[in-house]
């Protein structure tokens, strides 16, 4: 994995973060307390694989972890809407997992180093259920 792929994961990861918690906060209707509730256990998992993604492109890489708040959300994620409804909301989240997840399939395809295609695999499985959890609150 070159150094732009982990950075461009690692800002994917905080946008997608920051606009669980920004949700997360501005919810307003009936769903309130189950989607309060989904999107809170969300963003402390989302928190906790940040940390540990950058921990591991530190021990492994050696790099140091940069952010870029300037260049979140402009590659492939959309930005936070302030003004949207609770179920534009839950559908944006959808879209910003699957649009990750296809991201990082195509980086784990490309690589030759098993760990790091271990950890992007790992990333890709919780996204994909986080995704999973969200269409099901979309149906329910």
Not at 55 to 77: F, S
Not at 87 to 110: C, G, I, P, Q, S
Request: some cysteine; hydrophobic content about 45%.
């Amino acid at each position: 994995m070159t150094q732009d792929v982990f950075q461009h994961i690692f800002l994917d990861m905080f946008a997608i973060f920051e606009k669980t918690l920004n949700y997360h906060w501005n919810i307003e209707s009936k769903s309130f307390r189950g989607l309060h509730k989904l999107l809170d256990e969300q963003y402390h998992d989302l928190l906790e694989q940040i940390d540990e993604f950058a921990e591991y492109i530190r021990a492994k890489k050696k790099r140091k972890i940069r952010m870029h708040c300037a260049l979140m959300c402009k590659e492939h994620m959309t930005p936070i809407e302030p003004d949207f409804k609770d179920m534009e909301m839950v559908n944006d989240l959808v879209k910003n997992h699957e649009l990750f997840v296809m991201y990082m399939k195509k980086e784990v395809d490309a690589m030759t180093d098993l760990v790091d295609q271990d950890v992007l695999v790992g990333l890709i499985k919780s996204h994909e259920k986080m995704a999973w959890m969200l269409r099901s609150f979309l149906t329910s």
